[in-house]
């Protein structure tokens, strides 16, 4: 639990679908910046705990193993255990309104439609739920018809780059929004 003599414990928790079906899916994004970060931070995702797979250190870091529609679950569970304040819970997650590549960290704001996010706030009831959502559009003119099919898909060869170099700076983002404020990441970061 966390001390008051020392800052808040924070929990980043990166959205995806558990199996290896999903693994290398566009959805599955916030799982691969999640999994960065555990090995930069040289922590282990070694512990399921509130239906979630989750680090063995400070800061928490979490996958939930629900669908992405009912990640709120383990964002309310792992919150209550660990006293966590919602605006000390980073959500991490992919964006199809956002071009691959990009990312743009927020305070907070409603869903835009992600049923992820939507399950994270309904739970937590409250909007005020920083995010960091990463682009996973192809090209910036149209958003796929069947998004379904879409978001379930892997990227392609052609987007890997683009995709190792977003998972790279999405770590860092997490890693800026652990040490500073969400102010000094949200400006480092966006942009």
């Not at 989750?54 to 964002?75: E, V, W």
């Not at 990009?102 to 937590?124: A, D, F, Y």
């Amino acid at each position: 639990m966390a001390d008051s003599a020392r800052s808040p414990r924070r929990l980043v928790l990166g959205l995806g679908n558990p199996g290896e079906r999903y693994r290398g899916t566009r959805h599955n994004l916030g799982f691969r910046v999640v999994r960065e970060l555990a090995g930069r931070l040289d922590a282990a995702l070694d512990r399921l705990e509130c239906a979630a797979l989750i680090g063995n250190k400070d800061p928490l870091l979490a996958m939930p193993q629900t669908y992405m529609n009912r990640s709120g679950y383990a964002a309310r569970c792992l919150a209550e255990r660990y006293e966590i304040e919602p605006q000390n819970l980073l959500v991490v997650f992919d964006d199809v309104e956002l071009p691959l590549g990009r990312l743009r960290l927020r305070r907070g704001g409603g869903p835009g439609g992600h049923r992820g996010i939507e399950s994270v706030i309904r739970n937590l009831k409250t909007e005020e739920v920083p995010r960091l959502r990463l682009g996973i559009r192809p090209d910036t003119d149209s958003t796929p018809d069947d998004l379904v099919d879409f978001v379930l898909e892997p990227f392609r060869a052609e987007e890997q780059p683009a995709v190792e170099a977003v998972i790279d700076r999405a770590a860092e983002a997490c890693q800026a929004w652990l040490e500073l404020d969400i102010e000094t990441a949200m400006n480092r970061f966006n942009g």
